[in-house]
């Protein structure tokens, strides 16, 4: 079946710093992927959808220079969180699409990051 | 736009005994349905999905939902729950075509007593 990976799994990281985080597909082609975010005890809140070749949309109230995302191909995509605050210590998770929705969406194992 | 409502944070079972639990979506058009669990700290599992055709549909772990137009609801069911099934299970409501990502609800933990 369709797997996704995400690296890595945790990172703490100081303020003020960036950290990156990587979602692969590794036996489809993705051409769509989506990163959430999930706080503590809460759902999973969509940040933004990244198509292969071209910019990220993200939703509202997320702030596109401080989650720089890239799908330069269609198997990886990428999110980094620049100038690191506590506030942004959190769950993330990517999810990729393969071709169409039947396909389902299948999520990596996501990431704990934790600002300090 | 579209929303999930999941109404039970918590749900505590007997092992063996059966389980429900409930999600009501609002979308505009015919919805795309997902259920999925998640265990502490881990990403998402596919339970089963709904798209169209058979309003009854089964996934993995013995897990099944039902798809109610009428009553815009999505209630995943088991008929015996085991000890690893205590976990947090999402609900989620997707758009054709899959462009828009998926709007989750709240989520329900459940407990499993022995």
């Known amino acids: 079946g369709a797997v996704v990976s995400q690296h890595p799994s945790w990172v703490i990281c100081k303020s003020g710093t960036s950290v990156k985080i990587e979602c692969r597909s590794l036996?489809?082609?993705?051409?769509?992927m989506f990163w959430y975010r999930q706080f503590p005890k809460q759902s999973l809140m969509l940040m933004a959808t990244?198509?292969?070749?071209?910019?990220?949309?993200?939703e509202q109230g997320v702030e596109k220079d401080k989650f720089l995302i890239n799908h330069a191909s269609l198997t990886l995509s990428t999110l980094t969180v620049t100038s690191a605050h506590p506030e942004d210590s959190s769950f993330y998770i990517c999810s990729a699409l393969s071709g169409t929705v039947n396909y389902g969406y299948t999520f990596g194992s996501g990431t704990r990051l934790t600002v300090v | 736009a579209q929303s999930v409502t999941q109404p039970d944070i918590h749900i505590t079972v007997s092992e063996g005994a059966s389980l429900e639990l409930r999600c009501n979506y609002s979308y505009g058009a015919t919805p795309y349905l997902f259920w999925y669990v998640q265990s502490p700290g881990q990403g998402l599992q596919l339970l089963l999905k709904?798209?169209?055709?058979?309003?009854l549909v089964q996934g993995i772990k013995g897990f099944e939902a039902e798809f109610k137009r009428s009553q815009s609801s999505f209630n995943l069911r088991k008929p015996s729950v085991h000890w690893s099934d205590a976990a947090e299970y999402f609900c989620?409501?997707?758009?054709?075509?899959?462009?828009?990502?998926?709007?989750f609800g709240k989520g329900t933990h459940l407990i499993i007593q022995p």
């Open positions: 709904y798209f169209s055709g058979d309003t």
């Open positions: 990244s198509n292969e070749g071209s910019k990220a949309t993200y």
């Open positions: 989620a409501v997707g758009s054709g075509g899959g462009a828009d990502g998926l709007t």
């Open positions: 036996d489809f082609q993705a051409t769509t």
